[in-house]
T-cell receptor, first 108, second 114 residues
Framework: QKEVEQNSGPLSVPEGAIASLNCTYSDRGSQSFFWYRQYSGKSPELIMFIYSNGDKEDGRFTAQLNKASQYVSLLIRDSQPSDSATYLCAVEGGKLIFGQGTELSVKP | EAGVVQSPRYKIIEKKQPVAFWCNPISGHNTLYWYRQNLGQGPELLIR????????DSQLPKDRFSAERLKGVDSTLKIQPAELGDSAVYLC????????????FGQGTRLTVV
């Protein structure tokens, strides 16, 4: 079992829709959870982090964490073509481990 | 404030040759990571430093890879000898302290071994 798992996609949504990205992790001792966005040929950039159970909102982005289920998600509201990228889930539990990423495509 | 700086951006070498990558983290960041990213995959941790100490190098292929972080600032990752399968993007990241803080990435070094 991989330490951090994501659906590889691609996930395709129409412009203006909600994109939902999911991630599960295996280490129950993990304390911090991050979402990075990576455009093709570029390095990952941090867009959200969450430490506590529940929701955290930042603009069009909402991160959701459920430690009991070992599940973290990212919702992107009013998706734009510029949101098309690979989204990487990362989990910190002594070391920062990444999932394989989910490719998101937002169609105009 | 300058971000994480890596060099070179691109490197093409023949197999069995040595290669080295350099990373300068964000000023004041004690934690430094080296990751390898293959096409279509997420970054894979190679080594993590806290200041000058390598606290996690369990994923570093020690027969051919080595790393150092002198004085707890800049870091160098070396491969000797390189193999075709080492072709990937090598990413350096830094954070303020180990655990629970976000990591910032450099632009990466794209290595091609021919």
């Amino acid at each position: 079992q991989k330490e951090v798992e994501q659906n590889s996609g691609p996930l395709s949504v129409p412009e203006g829709a909600i994109a939902s990205l999911n991630c599960t992790y295996s280490d129950r001792g993990s304390q911090s959870f991050f979402w990075y966005r990576q455009y093709s040929g570029k390095s990952p950039e941090l867009i959200m982090f969450i430490y506590s159970n529940g929701d955290k909102e930042d603009g069009r982005f909402t991160a959701q964490l459920n430690k009991a289920s070992q599940y973290v998600s990212l919702l992107i509201r009013d998706s734009q073509p510029s949101d098309s990228a690979t989204y990487l889930c990362a989990v910190e539990g002594g070391k920062l481990i990444f999932g394989q990423g989910t490719e998101l495509s937002v169609k105009p | 404030e300058a971000g994480v700086v890596q060099s070179p951006r691109y490197k093409i070498i023949e197999k069995k040759q040595p290669v080295a990558f350099w990373c300068n983290p964000i000023s004041g960041h004690n934690t430094l990571y080296w990751y390898r990213q293959n096409l279509g995959q997420g970054p894979e941790l190679l080594i993590r430093y806290e200041n000058e100490e390598a606290v996690d190098d369990s994923q570093l292929p020690k027969d051919r890879f080595s790393a150092e972080r002198l004085k707890g600032v800049d870091s160098t990752l070396k491969i000797q000898p390189a193999e075709l399968g080492d072709s990937a993007v090598y990413l350096c990241a830094s954070s303020q302290r180990g655990g629970n803080t976000e990591a910032f990435f450099g632009q990466g070094t794209r290595l091609t071994v021919v």
